[in-house]
């Protein structure tokens, strides 16, 4: 919801993570060929990475430190743990170098 409000006055987050989401879904249903593989993943860590920075700018570049009261509770801290670790397991399946260690399943 904050992504979309923003998006009106051009917040560095909101178009990072809309950014971020697209590239994420052009490399999932545009670059499923075998051709664009490599390409696919590096896209892929981009947006995570994207993603990421949208995050950091949305809850560390507040004037205001409106939003740091997040941390103290424990639903969103508990949820950025978990995002954190889907995260993580979104990048290690994405890694050029795992190819090599395990094939990838189609």
Known sequence: MYVLMALYYGGIH???AIAGTLI???SHHRLK???YDLLGRVLNI???FMLFFSVYYFFWNDPKNYNRGTFEQTIPV???ILTGFLALCFLLDNLPLKKFMM???N
């Open 14 to 16: 909101s178009l990072l």
């Open 24 to 26: 994420i879904f052009i």
């Open 33 to 35: 060929n075998k051709k």
């Open 46 to 48: 981009i947006a995570l």
């Open 78 to 80: 508990l949820s950025f």
């Open 103 to 105: 094939p990838r399943a």
